[in-house]
Nanobody
Framework: QVQLVESGGGLVQPGGSLRLSCAAS????????MDWYRQVPGKQRELVAG???????NYANSVKGRFTISRDNAKNMVHLQMNSLKPEDTAVYYC?????????WGQGTQVTVSS
């Protein structure tokens, strides 16, 4: 059974930092691409950052230079380091992967950027 479990969300002031983590189980982690998405109420879920099995990384333009995605294949984890956070980064953040032609999502973790 594939499971993705996020952690690390919370409340932070503008300009602050948070580190999100996603623990994966039930997949051959090293051969899977892993992504972070986010969603605010009333809007579509959007891709924030992704890392392929080969280590190729892409970011949404809105987070380039501020967010860093990384993966730890030994621990089956993917992280999202978020620096210089802005109020518009407020959202529920989801870990995502595709395995055997199915999409899997974590339960989401709330990130709130507010003074």
């Amino acid at each position: 059974q594939v499971q993705l479990v996020e952690s690390g969300g919370g409340l932070v002031q503008p300009g602050g930092s948070l580190r999100l983590s996603c623990a994966a189980s039930g997949i051959t982690f090293s051969i899977n691409g892993m992504d972070w998405y986010r969603q605010v109420p009333g809007k579509q879920r959007e891709l924030v950052a992704g890392v392929t099995s080969g280590g190729t990384i892409n970011y949404a333009n809105s987070v380039k230079g501020r967010f860093t995605i990384s993966r730890d294949n030994a621990k089956n984890m993917v992280h999202l380091q978020m620096n210089s956070l802005k109020p518009e980064d407020t959202a529920v953040y989801y870990c995502h992967t595709e395995y055997l032609f199915r999409a899997y999502w974590g339960q989401g973790t709330q990130v709130t950027v507010s003074s």
